[in-house]
């Protein structure tokens, strides 16, 4: 075993031991506070947690607003030596109930927002053999739950943690032990836990956090990405808490009204945002819907979850004066293992590798390939995940001893800069969060209107991918957009709705029956700029 290392204690207990208790951690919508009230709170729900039973590596599962109690949350999990799990807040509750039942945790901690969502997941949850048995929810009604599922309020859980008479110790971890466990449909699909160690938090600290961004304790940072984001809360929490410095949370969806305003009022000098932030951004401001002194303070942008096109990092620079370092990461290896550097950002690119991380770009033969030539990404470092939970199969495809393999295909510039030519399988990505066609499609030919659907990734005017589905119409029926794409926002999170469908008559295939989903990709693009023509006609 290792020495000692717990992450809570590196984010904030190192502060107080600095005598830098009065500087500010965060600020949320409910209140702001300091590192020494950060503590004092972390350890309020710590006890909390533990009045509640929760024991050393067992799994918390959070489905919570960017707030005080999801921040407090992850940090108090983590000093019990227990696994925070938080989770996205765009399911529905068939899917959260997946999560909650592969996780195996008996807590469910959630906002009052999603109550009706939680519920239900913890009820699918426990006919799938689910250990759920507790609920905590934010605000002071419960009663939504019902005696069946039975929910107390965080009010409460903190009243049972005093009742213990003082805050527990931090568990003795160390750099193995099992700290965050994030979700993601990666490489491969279907939803997996990346299983992350305490250890790979103060890596992406000190590598990506520090070496990359120089983040300092005099900043300010504000994500586009909320916390459930191996990007957020690397931006949100891991970063800033590690040297001194301060969060903004927000739990509301971050427009570009938003985000001006609070960036304005806060004097943030960190914005973290995504190819699907800026571009709105840009637009309002070139409208005149928001004034570009907002983002006056801003001393570095940064951007993640698939290319940032280079118009947006040029309109960044000259509209609002701000460097956008443009990188890739994953929720595999924590956060950002590529990234442009400051002052010598090649704009369209995923710059260089950052410290403490190796990549290399492989051919179908599985050896590296010559600069110029394309290729599959693969990434080496001290953040990579120790696997996926239960996913025995998975694991042996995805990390190759050192090595994760990514899915995406790259090409290594002279100038030695990294560029992003898109996935090398089937699985989407959009607006920076992974989509798994089959999920789609499920969902699809549900509908009673749908005989056969594939979904595919069509390019939108900005380069970014943008879900299309490619219907084959049951007999007597017709395809109807409007109607499936709500079909869609009915039963998957938002996000994975298709963005256009259009009717086709077959799915083009194979001899040996396989689809060609080139052929859709070429069909669906076609069509979809046929109807920006028209409309920008109009």
Not at 144 to 172: K, Q
Not at 271 to 300: C, H, K, M, N, W
Not at 334 to 343: D, E, F, M, Q, W
Not at 447 to 454: G, I, K, N
Request: overall charge negative; proline content about 6%; some cysteine.
């Amino acid at each position: 075993m290792s020495e000692s290392f717990n992450a809570t204690d590196y984010l904030v207990g190192r502060r107080l031991a600095a005598g830098e208790g009065d500087r500010v951690a965060v600020r949320a919508p409910s209140r702001t506070l300091t590192y020494a009230e950060l503590d004092a709170e972390v350890g309020r729900v710590a006890a909390g947690l533990a009045a509640l039973g929760v024991q050393p590596e067992q799994r918390v599962v959070m489905c919570m607003v960017d707030e005080v109690e999801l921040f407090t949350g992850i940090l108090a999990t983590m000093r019990l030596g227990a696994v925070a799990v938080p989770v996205s807040t765009m399911l529905r509750g068939p899917e959260l109930s997946v999560l909650v039942a592969d996780s195996r945790s008996r807590l469910v901690l959630c906002s009052q927002t999603f109550a009706d969502v939680t519920r239900a997941a913890v009820l699918a949850a426990r006919e799938k053999g689910g250990d759920v048995g507790e609920v905590v929810v934010t605000g002071d009604d419960p009663s939504g739950f019902g005696p069946e599922v039975g929910a107390r309020t965080w009010a409460e859980m903190l009243a049972a943690g005093d009742a213990l008479g003082g805050t527990p110790p931090a568990y003795d971890t160390w750099d193995e032990s099992q700290a965050l466990w994030l979700y993601t449909s990666g490489t491969t699909g279907k939803p997996k836990a990346a299983m992350h160690r305490h250890a790979d938090i103060r890596t992406v600290c000190e590598t990506y956090g520090q070496q990359v961004l120089g983040i300092r304790p005099d900043d300010l940072c504000l994500s586009v990405a909320k916390l459930f984001f191996a990007y957020g809360i690397g931006n949100s929490m891991f970063f800033p808490l590690s040297v001194g410095a301060a969060a903004v949370l927000e739990p509301s969806r971050p427009t570009p009204a938003l985000l001006a305003e609070l960036a304005a009022r806060h004097r943030v000098t960190m914005f973290f945002g995504t190819p699907s932030s800026y571009g709105p951004l840009l637009a309002a401001a070139e409208s005149g819907q928001i004034d570009a002194v907002a983002f006056a303070t801003v001393r570095r942008g940064a951007s993640a979850g698939e290319a940032l096109p280079a118009r947006m990092v040029n309109g960044m620079r000259s509209v609002f004066g701000v460097e956008v370092l443009d990188g890739i990461g994953s929720t595999e290896a924590l956060h950002i293992y590529l990234s442009n550097r400051p002052g010598e950002v090649v704009p369209g690119t995923s710059g260089v590798p950052v410290p403490g991380y190796d990549v290399e770009i492989r051919g179908t033969d599985g050896r590296p390939v010559p600069d110029g030539e394309t290729g599959t990404l693969y990434v080496r470092g001290d953040s990579i995940c120790t696997g996926y939970w239960c996913r025995t199969a998975t694991n042996r495809l995805v990390f190759e001893g050192e090595w994760l393999r990514t899915g995406d295909t790259y090409i290594r510039n002279a100038d030695g800069t990294y560029t992003c030519l898109g996935r090398t399988d089937d699985v989407l990505k959009v607006g920076g969060i992974w989509v798994t066609p089959a999920e789609v499609e499920e969902r699809l030919v549900a509908h009673p209107s749908v005989a056969e659907v594939v979904v595919v990734a069509v390019s939108d005017d900005d380069g970014l991918d943008v879900p299309v589905a490619c219907v084959v119409p049951g007999e007597g029926h017709t395809v109807d957009p409007e109607a499936l794409v709500a079909w869609c926002r009915e039963g998957l999170a938002s996000f994975k709705r298709p963005r256009h469908v259009i009717a086709i008559d077959e799915v083009p295939r194979t001899a040996t029956g396989k689809v060609q989903r080139y052929r859709l990709r070429e069909l669906a693009a076609e069509r979809v700029g046929e109807g920006r023509a028209l409309q920008a006609a109009l």
